[in-house]
């Protein structure tokens, strides 16, 4: 599976889109990349997974680069329950996760 | 979503004791479950695979003789901690490939294990 990156924390405003980045440079063609949050002392949360087309669904949008080196996971309204600590994951079998250190999202009031 | 329960949520032990954390899942049938634990401050680290009517697949480093797995039926894993010590301490969490098609996984809400 892919290794990723992430910015250990981010702070957003409440109301304001939060935009997550995720760096996965050592991808394979054939890997999805999967993004999941926690909330504290909670199983972790599906949100989105692409290959290499944009998706979007009820919870949030995914972007992800042409060469597909990075993406971005975009919750366009952030709430005070969107703080969690998000997780993004290459994987190509969609069952078994090698989790990193994941963003800390702070929403602010 | 496909929904994933873990019982119990949380779990007071002696140490030495075998403790007994089950996996279901709700609406959906699931040939291979997954089981993580999570140390405080820590990500979820990867423990093993369950697959049904076969042996679990451990992953590097985790005693198999002491996190026993047991995937019964196409609804239910169950992990067994034995003769467990006060560093088993930890969040374990579940998981079960989605129904169908849908190529994903979804995760229980995770059992707190604590030894005294």
């Known amino acids: 599976d892919a290794k990723t990156t992430q910015p250990p924390s981010m702070d957003c405003a409440e109301g304001r889109a939060a935009n997550l980045p995720c760096n996965h440079s050592?991808?394979?063609?054939?890997?999805?990349v999967y993004w999941y949050r926690q909330i504290h002392s909670q199983g972790p949360q599906y949100i989105i997974h692409g290959l290499k087309n944009n998706e979007t669904n009820e919870m949030a949008s995914l972007i992800i680069t042409e060469d597909r080196k990075s993406s971005t996971l975009i919750l366009p309204h952030a709430t005070l329950r969107d703080t969690a600590v998000y997780y993004c994951?290459?994987?190509?079998?969609?069952?078994?996760?090698?989790f990193g250190t994941g963003t800390s999202l702070t929403v602010i009031p | 979503g496909a929904v994933v329960s873990q019982h119990p949520s949380w779990v007071i032990c002696k140490s030495g004791t075998s403790v007994k954390i089950e996996c279901r899942s709700l609406d959906f049938q699931a040939t291979t479950m997954f089981w993580y634990r999570q140390f405080p401050k820590q990500s979820l680290m990867l423990m093993a695979t369950s697959n049904e009517g076969s042996k679990a697949t451990y992953e590097q480093g985790v005693e198999k003789d002491k996190f026993l797995i047991n995937h019964a039926s196409l609804t239910l894993s169950t992990l067994t901690v034995t003769s467990a010590h006060p560093e088993d301490s930890s969040f374990y969490i579940c998981?079960?490939?989605?129904?169908?098609?849908?190529?994903?996984?979804?995760f229980g809400p995770g059992t707190r294990l604590t030894v005294l």
């Open positions: 998981s079960a490939r989605g129904p169908g098609s849908v190529d994903t996984s979804f």
């Open positions: 050592t991808i394979s063609g054939n890997e999805y």
């Open positions: 994951i290459g994987s190509n079998t969609g069952n078994q996760f090698y």
